[in-house]
């Protein structure tokens, strides 16, 4: 990132989440309600665990906007978690004079071994709690802040899920729906699916996971329309705008995988095949394309194209029926520790991933335009945007 600077802290079972957003531009209109809103995306999905019963998160502004707009300063929000009343003693930021009882069987899949061993602790607790998918709440909010500054411009972006298990969505999305469409559309499924019988199938492959004590993952698209040419660079590697999206994409937790466009499917193309090919749009006179396989990005800059990306989600590795392992103090091989969990989280990914896009995209275009103040990025994007 290198206009949008931000920061996350807190703990799953902790007081609350903190974020700060650096780097957007005064002038932005922004309400908490807008921030709610897509906050409780995130919360909703055929598969979600209990602790989404307890919380209904709802952000508070604390500094950098004034009477409904940014003031160009950081922006600082907070998100408390209701869960915390009943873990104040296990997460007390005081000493306390009653032990608590550690963890010490870490679970497969998670960071807990490589956790403890890297920071030298002897409760996984110190590692699970900031490793928790919780911390993504907070993300969603600063997305929110992202995502608000590129609608402004005229930008939107969506997701929508393609796969849980061995159930996937194959169909094509329609040429004219845009991504707040397509959000609309889908946010309605419980599996923010957009085929109806690939939906069926998704929920029923949860339920069986969940009955069996089990967990499943999947994959989901993001689609970003609106953007002009020229976001990101081809000179040097860590400018390149399908990188900043992959490091961005993967760092969410259980992602696996990314890819743009046609992605791993392009290899089955031949070279003649798989361009997307430059041509003139009859009715407006733009230079276009015949199809989409790059996905928006080529050598590392955007094309003015749909930027379309897609990622995999591994099974939660928090179990009800618990994998083996081995306890880290006495060495004695036992099964894992049971942490409160989701049967399958990859609607909320999707969400997630949409706020990660936000920020990407947001920074990118900070860099390209610049501008303190929303009236002066307008104004660059106008004088100097190609589409």
Known sequence: MRKLRWLTAGESHGKGLVGILEGLPAGLEITEEYITFHLARRQKGQGRGKRMTIENDRAEILAGVRHGKTLGSPIALILPNKDWENWQHIMSTEPVTRSTKPVTLPRPG???LAGI?????????????RASARETAMRVALGCLARKFLLELGIEVGSR??????????SELPPTLSPEELNARVDISPVRCFDKQAEDAMIQAIKAAKSAGDSV??????????????????????LKLKARLAEAITSINAIEGVEIGSGFSGTQYLGSE???????????????????NAGGIEAGISNAQPIVLRAAMKPLPTLRKPLRSVDIQTGEPSLAHKERTDTCAVPAAAIVAESMVCLVIGDALLEKFGGDSMEQVKAHIKATARY
């Open 161 to 170: 899920v393609t796969s849980i298990h061995s159930a996937s969505d194959d």
């Open 110 to 112: 998670h960071g807990d």
């Open 274 to 292: 798989f361009q997307d090919e430059i041509i003139n749009e009859e009715e407006s006179g733009k230079v276009t394309r015949s199809s989409n």
């Open 217 to 238: 993952g999947g994959t989901f698209e993001v689609i970003t329309a609106g953007v002009p040419y020229g976001l990101g660079s081809h000179i040097q590697w860590d």
């Open 117 to 129: 061993k890297k920071y030298g602790h002897d409760d996984i607790r110190n590692i699970l709690e």
